[in-house]
């Protein structure tokens, strides 16, 4: 029996006729980016064991230089969005900014100008925003930004290892520095604040940079330091209200 044409062809289901032709999508360097965000990806991971070297090559990219004339502070990648990078530092450094000459050194070789998004009064602390229009989308995914952690920090014990990282060392080989915490809370009377106190190498320039645990969590802000090795931070917590309280401030 021979078969009609019409018979050997595949059904068509009836509302298919009416379906549009099937697209292949193309996904954006802007989409990457963009998800990468929503999924958490751009903040810095978190190790499962105490390990200083290598929770500071997760959070090293979070860290910049805040140049200012031939004078430089710190900072941190504190919230990355669509429009902005904000940078967490102390008010105190911000105190020298001077938008003619001032600019943020990024890690991976990049340099921004930035403005000043607002300063606490409370706490020791203030922040930048560089606009995210003056990079390329495939520049914006190798960003980072801290991951910071208020109950891990109120949980250290002392003699916990931490470490602090130097931002105005960056081409050199030796850009960390492994201590130990001391008390997690308390007030040093020549800042008239509470801090993170404790044990650790710490010099010039590093105001205004990251103060880690040995798993790679924010723990607090290095501030200030001694001749014997002493050292202070704002606790992440205080960072946390401070930016909170400027986001207020701005709407």
Sequence with gaps: ?????????????????NMPPHLV??????????GMRALGYLETPVLD?????????????????IQMGRAHGSGIVWELSDERIVIATNRHVLDYWKAEDGYVHFPQGYDADAGILGVSEQFDVGFLAV????????????????????????EMDPGDALFLVD?????????????????????????DAYMVYGRCYAKAGMSGGGTFDAEGR???MTTAGTIEDEFASVPVRHIMAAYEEITDENG
Excluded: W
């Design 1 to 17: 029996m021979l078969l009609s044409a019409a018979v050997c062809a595949p059904a068509i289901p009836a509302h298919a006729e």
């Design 25 to 34: 999508q193309t996904v954006t360097e802007q989409d990457i980016y963009e």
């Design 49 to 65: 064991g105490a390990d200083c070297g290598r929770a500071y090559e997760n959070v090293k990219n979070c860290i910049v230089r």
């Design 131 to 154: 606009d995210c229009g003056l990079f390329t989308y495939e520049e914006l995914q190798t960003m980072r930004c801290a991951r910071s952690d208020a109950e891990a920090a109120q």
């Design 167 to 191: 931002a105005g060392a960056m081409d050199a080989e030796e850009q960390y520095y492994e201590g130990t915490i001391e008390d997690a809370y308390r007030y040093i009377e020549d800042l």
């Design 218 to 220: 924010l723990i607090g």
